[in-house]
């Protein structure tokens, strides 16, 4: 069965940094395109970043510079280093996985984890 | 960048009701467009991928057709369960946009 289970999120100052991770089984993280995509206190979603299989990575404007997307094989595992963060970075964060054979649609997603940026 | 437009933003509809969501794209994007439905306190869920194929497991009442730029999800006749918010989603470039939301609630 596949699952994601994002860890990580919590309460930091303006200015500060996090690390997220998601935890995947069921499959091969390495084998697919994996995303973040961010959702705010009573809005929409945002994408944030997405890793190729082949290791590309891509970045929404609002985090390129700031956010850095990666992966540990070993560990099944995909991270969002979040460093500088502001007050509307404040949502909660979804790990998604799109199949590297597929359109790019995000078919599982994890359950999400808040991050508050607040002084 | 491309951006979405969804319309409506919310509708109220009853159970049993044909309701139609539509989404344009500011640029042509193929048939690069997926739906996905999202409930409160949900991670949001898979419905239509490549504007017109339905996800594994969704019911047949959703339906989705369009390319270039204008976009609609269909629900044939509305369940009790389908009232959620709806987000079509750009996956022909980066960013890959979502559309603002079109909150569907009972009538």
């Known amino acids: 069965e596949v699952q994601l289970v994002e860890s990580g999120g919590g309460l930091v100052q303006p200015g500060g940094s996090l690390r997220l991770s998601c935890a995947a089984s069921?499959?091969?993280?390495?084998?697919?395109?994996m995303s973040w995509v961010r959702q705010a206190p009573g809005k929409g979603l945002e994408w944030v970043s997405v890793?190729?299989?082949?290791?590309?990575?891509y970045y929404a404007d609002s985090v390129k510079g700031r956010f850095t997307i990666s992966r540990h094989n070993s560990k099944n595992t995909l991270y969002l280093q979040m460093n500088s963060l502001r007050a509307e970075d404040t949502a909660v964060y979804y790990c998604?996985?799109?199949?590297?054979?597929?359109?790019?649609?995000?078919?599982?997603w994890g359950q999400g984890t808040l991050v508050t940026v607040s002084s | 960048d491309i951006q979405l437009t969804q319309s409506p933003s919310f509708l109220s509809a009853s159970v049993g009701d044909r309701v139609t969501i539509t989404c344009r794209a500011s640029?042509?994007?193929?048939?690069?467009l997926a739906w996905y439905q999202q409930k409160p306190g949900k991670a949001p869920k898979l419905l239509i991928y490549?504007?017109?194929t339905l996800q594994s497991g969704v019911p047949s009442r959703f339906s989705g057709s369009g390319s270039g730029t204008e976009f609609t999800l269909t629900i044939s006749s509305l369940q009790p369960e389908d009232f959620a918010t709806y987000y079509c989603?750009?996956?022909?470039?980066?960013?890959?946009?979502f559309g603002q939301g079109t909150r569907l609630e009972i009538k």
């Open positions: 998604a996985r799109a199949p590297r054979t597929g359109t790019g649609a995000f078919d599982y």
């Open positions: 069921g499959f091969t993280v390495s084998s697919n395109y």
């Open positions: 890793i190729y299989s082949g290791g590309s990575t």
């Open positions: 640029q042509g994007i193929s048939s690069y």
């Open positions: 490549a504007a017109s």
């Open positions: 989603q750009q996956l022909n470039s980066y960013p890959m946009a």
